[in-house]
């Protein structure tokens, strides 16, 4: 059993930077663990403690029943793989996959068979004996991911390993990834600022804010159930409609329209009110009436499969909606009516962002 723990982690530079603030959480075996966040955010900072390449100014890390907390990077049996791959570059592909086994004083037998799996399994067979300057992006980043396979360590740690390659091979590379690790035992710590990423690859997210976990949920909960203000906005593109909105009594007012508010102990003066673009859709004819919204299309962007039509609703900020309807229909300018349904509605607290119950 390689359980990873972190427990109330903390990492302090000085009383300004704070990258790590009390992070706890776990991956059990079979689980694969993504951090997800904004640039500065705190990621590589968590992920560079985990492996011991910093010291934490607080907090305790387990791998199974160990605290490694004070290890040397090589006692705590863990492979990283980081973005820029950190391949030696006057050794064969063969070489960078042994290189770290040979330190381990494994038998060149075992050695032999273990990168000889690897390299197959990555479709490296034919590049063995290539060093890394001969090899693409896509195929360098391969060869680092198989020097961390053949080592079959305890934890898997990842820094954003796709980020160097180009939007197609990208795509490509991730499926291969989760195909190679549903196949592998030991946790994995994943780290992005992509969520498609995130929300392809992981068992479990990690949304990080300013160093802190904002939610820690399997992906389809960051996405329909999300936390708070940041995590809704931040999951899901194209990006979810946060409209601030006033209050009178138990509704909010979405221009003219009443939209009933959950129950809450106090009534707030303005309220948030969360949906994603495929959640408003657009009356036809009859629809219309009390229940919908009227606004004015300002501007359509075709992405092949969709539409993003972008409404000026009265008195508020703009309203994304995302549209199937072909591609040849004349939106400009005209006056549509919308529907907001009630159950895909997500409220936050305008003041501190938390989610508020649900209708
Ligand atoms: N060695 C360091 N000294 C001081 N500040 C640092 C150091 N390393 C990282 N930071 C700061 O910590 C914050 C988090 O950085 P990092 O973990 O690299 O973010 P991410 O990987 O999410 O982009 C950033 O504000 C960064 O500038
Ligand atoms: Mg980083």
Redesign the pocket.
């Known amino acids: 059993m390689s359980k990873l723990e972190l427990k109330n982690l903390n990492k302090t530079?000085n009383p300004k930077?704070v990258?790590v603030k009390d992070i706890s959480l776990d991956v059990s075996e079979g689980e694969f663990l993504t951090l997800l966040?904004p640039?500065?955010?705190?990621?590589?900072?968590t992920l560079r403690l985990i492996a011991g390449l910093e010291q934490p100014t607080r907090g305790e890390i387990r791998i199974g029943d160990r605290n490694v907390t004070y290890l040397r990077p090589g006692d705590r049996d863990i492979a990283m793989v980081f973005q820029s791959y950190a391949l030696y570059p006057h050794m064969t592909v063969y070489e960078n996959m042994a290189s770290s086994l040979k330190i381990r004083k494994i038998s060149s037998a075992e050695i032999n068979r273990l990168v000889t799996e690897v390299a197959e399994s990555l479709g490296l067979t034919e590049l063995v004996d290539h060093k890394p300057g001969k090899l693409s992006g896509g195929q360098r980043q391969r060869v680092a991911l198989g020097r961390a396979l053949v080592r079959q360590p305890a934890v898997f740690l990842l820094d954003e390993p796709l980020s160097n390659l180009d939007a197609l091979l990208r795509e490509k590379v991730r499926g291969e990834l989760k195909q190679l690790f549903a196949s592998q035992k030991a946790p994995v710590v994943y780290?992005t600022h992509d969520q498609t990423e995130a929300m392809t690859l992981s068992t479990k997210i990690a949304v990080l804010n300013n160093g802190s976990v904002q939610q820690l949920d399997p992906p389809h909960l960051i996405y329909t159930r999300p936390a708070n203000q940041f995590v809704a906005g931040f999951v899901g593109s194209p990006q979810i409609n946060l409209l601030v909105l006033k209050c009178q009594g138990n509704f909010a007012m979405l221009g003219n329209f009443p939209v009933p508010l959950p129950n809450l102990p106090t009534m707030p003066p303005e309220i948030v009110l969360g949906i994603r673009p495929e959640h408003v859709s657009f009356a036809e004819g009859t629809e219309a009436g009390e229940t919908t919204i009227k606004g004015e299309v300002y501007l359509v962007e075709n992405l092949g499969m969709q539409n993003l039509v972008s409404v000026r609703v009265k008195g508020l900020e703009s309203v994304t909606v995302r549209a199937l309807q072909p591609g040849d229909k004349n939106w400009n300018s005209s006056i549509v009516e919308l529907i907001f349904p009630p159950r895909l509605i997500h409220w936050f607290d305008v003041k501190t962002g938390d989610r508020l119950p649900d209708f």
């Open positions: 530079y930077v990258p966040g640039s500065g955010c705190g990621k590589s900072t780290v």
